[in-house]
């Protein structure tokens, strides 16, 4: 029978270099590719990962199952070396997140041509607000929230269920936050009635999160 390690058997050293750090937190997925593409965080650090990959020597004959997978790090993680993984997480849309970011290899052309043609036709529609709850309607400036779901009305005319769809569908996901006025508490809970400084116009967000995704 193969054998089987987990993190509840024996909890591994923490490297000297990591003691002291933030690298055990998603702070650090910040700047590796596919990781950074959606900021979650209550996700870990997806070097730290890599890490136990090495030390409990993993290879291509193991299957690496994450029962909480949260955006997907341990699954990006095993697919950056070649592995095998299984990711389960409860929250569907925090699962959409990971199982999109795993389309990390669709063609480039494909993505940013879909991703153009739907920022662009965005711009001539009028989106409504009247629809969203109360608390979206709070979160948002009502111009940005009518582009916000100009850009939604205009991907779901496109939505082909293709890898490209869904990547310009987490394009969108990930502006969210930096497009709302409501100011975060700790592991990012929303303050409506706290507003933050500096937001971001969904059409420069979008181009921007678009642009880092093609990178």
Known sequence: MQSQLSLFEELPVIPTDLKGSRS?????NMV???????????GFSASWVEQLLDEWKIDAHSVILDPFAGS???????????????????????ARIGKTKLLWATSIERFSVL??????EAKGLIGTTSAYPELIQRSFDMELLAYLDALKSTWLAYNVQSPEAELVWLAITAILRSCSKAGTAQWQYILPNKTKKNVLHPDTAFHQQVEMMKD
């Open 72 to 94: 997907g790090t341990v699954s990006v993680a095993c697919d950056r070396r070649g592995l095998s993984s299984i990711g389960i997480d409860a929250h569907p849309v925090v």
């Open 32 to 42: 590796l590719p596919v990781h950074r593409w959606f900021r979650y965080s209550a």
């Open 115 to 120: 991703a153009e043609q739907i920022r662009r």
């Open 24 to 28: 055990g937190t998603f702070v650090d």
